[in-house]
T-cell receptor, first 114, second 112 residues
Framework: EPEVTQTPSHQVTQMGQEVILRCVPISNHLYFYWYRQILGQKVEFLVSFYNNEISEKSEIFDDQFSVERPDGSNFTLKIRSTKLEDSAMYFC????????????FGDGTRLSIL | DQQVKQNSPSLSVQEGRISILNCDYTNSMFDYFLWYKKYPAEGPTFLISISSIKDKNEDGRFTVFLNKSAKHLSLHIVPSQPGDSAVYFC???????????FGTGTRLQVFP
């Protein structure tokens, strides 16, 4: 069964450094998302991406964050200058063309900021 | 702003019995709901969904019920199995943005 894959599984970074989290969505999906889950809290939406542009972003997704689909398969989340509070699990998700289809999630990247 | 709530943080059920997980929402505009299961160190795995034009959707041992007037949905697992032990998240799809709004999750433990 096709799945969303994320790399790396764990990233440890010094505060202030840039980090890029990578995702390979399911191949025929058109909608792409990033979510995060801070330890002990809810899974929360960051950004959605469709047709090579951001379609929606949350208030968390400030100027330090960016997303890109550099080729036909990868979908990346970049944090330019990481802060301690960026430490969380980051999940990528993708969805097919129909609105009422489920989003499928990867296993996440655990980001630890020191 | 808790638009999706799961008021039971945990549930313990004996193998073979029914597990019932509950979820409430506040926004009557929500029209598509999903349940995800999550094991430690894995991402949420899609389980079952329901559109607001239905009040029930069934897939094998899993059934989701939707009560629109009460803004309540529930997931029934019958019979429960030890492998069902996981955290279960209820989510609603925002009709304007397509983003998922998650509940806080319910940890289900199925014991032999």
């Amino acid at each position: 069964e096709p799945e969303v894959t994320q790399t790396p599984s764990h990233q440890v970074t010094q505060m202030g450094q840039e980090v890029i989290l990578r995702c390979v969505p399911i191949s025929n999906h058109l909608y792409f998302y990033w979510y995060r889950q801070i330890l002990g809290q809810k899974v929360e939406f960051l950004v959605s991406f469709y047709n090579n542009e951001i379609s929606e972003k949350s208030e968390i997704f400030d100027d330090q964050f960016s997303v890109e689909r550099p080729d036909g398969s990868n979908f990346t989340l970049k944090i330019r200058s990481t802060k301690l509070e960026d430490s969380a699990m980051y999940f990528c998700a993708s969805k097919g063309w129909d609105r009422n289809q489920p989003q499928h999630f990867g296993d996440g990247t655990r980001l630890s900021i020191l | 702003d808790q638009q999706v709530k799961q008021n039971s943080p945990s549930l313990s059920v004996q193998e073979g019995r029914i597990s019932i997980l509950n979820c409430d929402y506040t926004n009557s505009m929500f029209d598509y709901f999903l349940w995800y299961k999550k094991y430690p160190a894995e991402g949420p795995t899609f389980l079952i969904s329901i559109s607001s034009i239905k009040d029930k959707n069934e897939d094998g041992r899993f059934t989701v019920f939707l009560n629109k007037s009460a803004k309540h949905l529930s997931l029934h697992i019958v019979p429960s199995q030890p492998g069902d032990s996981a955290v279960y998240f209820c989510a609603a799809s925002d009709p304007n943005t397509d983003k998922l709004i998650f509940g806080t999750g319910t940890r289900l433990q199925v014991f032999p």
